[in-house]
């Protein structure tokens, strides 16, 4: 019983704590995806948030919101399906050494026990910052998830774009 009340506690601990690497995203625009008559709809959102260690980079993502009485109270339970797409928006800067699967973005998608991760890596191969975003529950993982890759590119005057392998730990 002891041992119950540890993981559940540890648990609530774990959901209420704040896991954002990047600031809170900006919200383009949502879409009804289901009508409901006297509470919220369901919607499809799309977010944009910028890398806040790699200067020029911005991901943009959409995520589906449950309406219903739930969805109006804030404690649905969000499904694990969510699209990804970065790009450079631009001159690129790596601001520090990075190590590959850091957290660049993270939202707590249900009320206790999901997250949605946006992570990135580098492919020093071809000079390119990977994104990858996914859900993860405390207990059961989600093996749905999405990618996007952002070739390091000049930008305008800027001169010779910087190497990610560079910027990279191991």
């Not at 690129?92 to 999901?114: C, N, P, T, Y």
């Not at 191969?125 to 529950?137: A, C, I, Q």
Request: charged letters at 25%; glycine letters at 8%; hydrophobic letters at 45%.
């Amino acid at each position: 019983m002891r041992v119950h009340v540890l993981l559940v506690s540890g648990a609530l601990a774990l959901a209420a704590a704040p896991v954002h690497a990047a600031d809170k995203p900006d919200l383009i625009f949502k879409e009804s995806t289901k009508w409901r008559a006297l509470t919220p709809d369901d919607k499809l959102a799309t977010y944009a948030v910028d890398d806040p260690a790699v200067e020029g980079v911005a991901c943009f993502y959409t995520v589906p919101e449950k309406g219903g009485v739930a969805g109006a109270f804030g404690v649905a339970e969000e499904v694990s399906d969510v699209s990804l797409a970065c790009r450079q928006v631009g001159p690129i800067k790596i601001k520090d050494k990075l190590a590959q699967g850091d957290v660049m973005f993270s939202e707590k998608r249900s009320f206790f026990f999901k997250h949605m991760q946006i992570v990135r890596g580098c492919d020093a191969k071809r000079n390119t910052l990977v994104y990858m975003v996914y859900s993860d529950k405390l207990i059961d993982g989600s093996p749905k998830n999405s990618t996007s890759a952002v070739p390091i590119m000049p930008w305008g005057a800027a001169g010779d774009p910087p190497c990610c392998a560079d910027m990279f730990k191991g």
